[in-house]
């Protein structure tokens, strides 16, 4: 029996190239790109953070703090299938954003699109492995214009390696409830302009015990209360900044048999993802979150 080809209706028209050029532009700056290709912003993300941050006359865009915290593996499909243990990120992120991953879906590929803007062609990571990017990133850009940029990750994990050489602050442990504890405390510094933060458990546990068992869906119920936790931490300590927080993962996952969980194939539960994304205005702490309609 042939396997199933799905064609481009199955899967999301706007994908993790267009992180990069949206998150640069919250920041206020122009998107760098390798190639003479340019990826259009996610509008709907811009749209929202000119309505919360713009000024009424220009609507110019004043974001002075991002933090994306990426989990790992978590597909749409998941977050649809239970909705429970979203809703507390729902309560507090303003916006969702569906979006394809790239292929192959592995974490590498994924992320190495994601802070680049580049398709794997372009920036060279094609399968699951971790050399140093030499294209331009995200990272480069910022500490160029004079921003702190701040990576909080895991020893050895695809984040920790192929952003490595760059001018910026490195936070790398071997535990990630350590990682989780030194977010924290950067929030509370306040010092770094971007902070990103990388939690690979539910792809571990994943990968080990399938994407629905109860140790897969206890530890991505530690995901949403991670990232609720540095929301509220956000809104009580930057009262100073307008800051975006984003929960982007990289790319879902499937049952499989041995192992009982994976990812990696051209179908929509590895491909189709969802962003979300909270808006946090100085101005207005009580109504933070703009309340749109979700995609």
Not at 67 to 83: L, M, Q, S
Not at 175 to 180: A, G, I, M, S, T
């Amino acid at each position: 029996m042939m396997k199933k080809d799905f064609d481009s209706s199955a899967f999301h028209p706007a994908d993790l190239t267009a992180v990069r050029p949206t998150l640069e532009t919250l920041t206020g700056l122009k998107t760098t790109r390798a190639s003479g290709y340019t990826v259009q912003p996610l509008d709907r993300v811009l749209a929202t953070a000119k309505l919360k941050f713009g000024e009424r006359a220009q609507r110019v865009i004043d974001c002075d703090r991002v933090f994306v915290f990426n989990p790992d593996a978590i597909g749409e499909w998941i977050v649809e299938r239970h909705p429970d243990i979203f809703r507390p990120l729902l309560e507090r992120a303003g916006l969702s954003v569906n979006l394809c991953s790239m292929e192959p879906p592995v974490t590498p590929v994924c992320f190495a699109t994601m802070y680049s803007g580049l398709t794997p062609s372009e920036h060279g990571i094609r399968k699951y492995e971790k050399p140093v990017l030499k294209v331009n990133t995200i990272f480069d850009d910022l500490a160029a214009a004079g921003k702190k940029v701040a990576i909080v990750c895991t020893a050895g994990d695809s984040i920790a390696e192929i952003f490595k050489d760059r001018q910026i602050d490195y936070f790398i442990y071997g535990d990630r409830h350590l990682c989780n504890l030194k977010a924290m405390e950067l929030i509370e510094e306040d010092q770094h302009d971007m902070i990103v933060l990388y939690n690979g458990n539910y792809d571990w546990a994943m990968h080990r015990f399938g994407p629905e068992s109860k140790r897969s869906l206890r530890e991505l119920s530690e995901n949403v209360e991670t990232f609720c936790r540095i929301h509220d931490a956000i809104r009580q300590q930057w009262t100073e900044h307008n800051t975006v927080l984003a929960f982007a993962p990289d790319h879902g996952c499937h049952r499989s048999v041995l192992p009982p969980g994976t990812h990696g194939k051209r179908i929509p539960k590895d491909m189709n993802i969802r962003h979300f994304y909270s808006f946090l205005c100085r101005a207005d702490r009580e109504e933070a979150d703009v309340s749109v309609e979700k995609h």
